[in-house]
């Protein structure tokens, strides 16, 4: 299975402040058809999961243009520029080019 | 407004059976993948089963094929996921997903325990 590492795994931030989050697959998530498909999702407590971004750097509609991603390959970020109060939750990336899909541990992101 | 409400969830004993459904809305059902996630407490996410838009070609982690079994009825827009040989391990919020994530249901728990 693709295992996807992600660290830090807590990271407390001041509001105002940017955050960054990083992702690792132990396989390359570029398909032949030249798409990465790496996705990051957000977990606000007691909420199901929300896809922020898609395909390494698309946001999902609504999201804030804050929360940007980036990499290739096998090295992936998800940034936030301006942490905000609501931003407070578990973020995870996901791979869904080799089953099983598989997600990184989880960040959690708090407010310091 | 894409929409996917799941139930079915419940306590049941080790060795059991239970029948997870999630009501599809807001889309093409029957052309999207469909799967379900489970995330057990405090744990982190795990995607389980996954089914194309016709049921031809279904796809299971290892810790649940022969146990799990995922399908779907395109003309009720629902999804299934029949948990057999229940185990402690199996104890988690199981979401039913939208192709990539895209959407997901509110979750449904499942709790293994005598």
């Known amino acids: 299975d693709v295992v996807m590492t992600q660290s830090p795994l807590s990271l407390p931030v001041t509001l105002g402040q940017p955050a960054s989050i990083s992702c690792r697959s132990s396989?390359?998530?570029?398909?032949?058809?030249?798409?990465?498909?790496l996705n990051w999702f957000q977990q606000r407590p007691g909420q199901s999961p929300r896809r922020l971004i898609n395909k390494v750097s698309n946001r999902e509609s609504g999201v804030p243009d804050r929360f940007s991603g980036s990499g290739s390959g096998t090295d992936f970020t998800l940034k936030i520029s301006r942490v905000e109060a609501e931003d407070v939750g578990v973020y995870y990336c996901m791979q869904i080019i080799h089953w099983p899909w598989t997600f990184g541990q989880g960040t959690k992101v708090e407010i310091k | 407004e894409v929409q996917l409400v799941d139930s079915g969830g419940g306590l049941v004993q080790p060795g059991g059976s239970l029948r997870l459904s999630c009501a599809a809305s807001g889309f093409t059902f029957s052309t999207s993948l469909m799967g379900w996630v489970r995330q057990a407490p405090g744990k982190g996410l795990e995607w389980v089963a996954k089914?194309?838009?016709?049921?031809?070609?279904?796809n299971y982690v290892d810790s649940v094929k022969g146990r799990f079994t995922i399908s779907r009825d395109n003309a009720r827009n629902s999804l299934y996921l029949q948990i057999d040989t229940l185990k402690a391990e199996d104890t988690a919020v199981y979401y039913c997903?939208?192709?990539?994530?895209?959407?997901w249901g509110q979750g449904t728990l499942v709790t293994v325990s005598s």
């Open positions: 396989q390359s998530l570029v398909h032949s058809d030249g798409n990465t498909y």
């Open positions: 089914i194309n838009g016709d049921g031809s070609e279904k």
């Open positions: 997903a939208r192709g990539w994530a895209a959407a």
